[in-house]
């Protein structure tokens, strides 16, 4: 384990180093092999580098709940009217069978909290006529690997609910509600190239991913 960590702390280190030389900012979104205690592990907040500072002319917006990987920043400075929304979804994934995964007893509320703070930070871009980028690692949708399994197995975990809904469906609503701010989706993960569409309820194209 602390072999792991002094790797991940090199790492970043590396990438600070080179983004402050190249005054960009750098803005880490969390994913399943980013925690200090394991693979889909809840995020440890005793990291020896700070994981949420952007640098360069970007300026944090909101990391009133960094402790889970969750926060915004104005990636060109609080002067450009473009906010993104770093979301911690590994909090959502489905547990695999014969793979380590524990996130920890707060996986339920943690959602909610993620959520709560979501649909927020939303509102207060669309009251501030902020265009919206939203980033995450894991995505909304169906597992498309290994591309030859059969059935349909969701990324997030369809156990999870906010306000009594399934996670994924609240998700598609809130997006939708602000669809008029947000300019697009940007995930990881799957190890494949691809467009996701986002509709609700199966009706019109609400966002790409």
Not at 16 to 23: E, L, Q, S, V, Y
């Amino acid at each position: 384990l602390d072999a792991v960590r002094n790797s991940f702390d090199t790492v970043y280190n590396d990438l600070c180093a080179i983004t402050k030389k190249a005054r960009i900012p750098l803005i880490i979104v969390p994913g399943n092999n980013d925690s200090y205690d394991g693979d889909y592990h809840e995020l440890n907040p005793d990291h020896a580098v700070p994981l949420f500072n952007p640098g360069a002319e970007a300026s944090l917006a909101d990391t009133s709940l960094s402790r889970i990987g969750i926060y915004s920043v104005y990636p060109m400075g609080k002067h450009v009217k473009l906010r993104l929304i770093v979301l911690n979804t590994v909090i959502f994934s489905t547990p695999k069978e014969n793979e380590h995964f524990f996130y920890g007893t707060d996986r339920q509320a943690h959602t909610s909290l993620q959520m709560t703070w979501f649909r927020n930070q939303l509102k207060v871009a669309a009251y501030n006529k902020e265009t919206v980028l939203i980033a995450m690692h894991i995505p909304p949708g169906n597992d498309g690997y290994p591309a030859c399994q059969t059935g349909n197995k969701y990324l997030w975990d369809s156990s999870l609910l906010f306000e009594g809904r399934r996670l994924q469906n609240a998700f598609l609503d809130i997006t939708d509600s602000f669809k008029n701010n947000i300019a697009g989706l940007l995930a990881s993960h799957t190890h494949m190239d691809g467009i996701r569409l986002l509709q609700k309820n199966d009706t019109a194209i609400t966002s790409l991913l």
